[in-house]
């Protein structure tokens, strides 16, 4: 799911999935391939343009990564990446 193919990313990916499917496509019983690429298409727009998140102190992505305006955003998500400096830590 991720492009570097990383499990840590999936696990982001599947979350936005699980929303995807779970707030927005729901149990619509979409009998085209065609209907089902436009709910798709609306959820994405939806999710990124309409849904406040948590992680963005309720921003939406949108008008975080655009920058409308001078955004407060911090970073509430864990990272599980190490740096040097965690590395060196640890080993003193």
């Known amino acids: ?3 570097n193919g990383d499990p ?9 999935n699980g929303i995807i499917k779970n707030e927005y496509l729901g149990d619509a019983r ?8 436009v709910k798709l298409i609306n959820a994405v727009h939806l999710y ?3 849904r406040p998140h ?7 992505p949108e008008k975080v990564h655009t920058k409308h305006e001078s955004l407060d955003v911090n970073k509430v998500w864990k990272n599980y990446y ?4 965690d590395v ?3 080993q003193d």
């Open 48 to 50: 990124n343009t309409a």
């Open 8 to 16: 840590r990313e999936n696990a982001i990916a599947e979350r936005i």
């Open 82 to 85: 190490r740096t040097k400096a």
């Open 88 to 90: 060196n830590q640890l």
């Open 54 to 60: 948590l992680s963005l102190n309720y921003h939406t």
């Open 30 to 37: 979409l009998i085209r391939y065609s209907e089902r690429i």
């Open 1 to 3: 799911m991720t492009q």
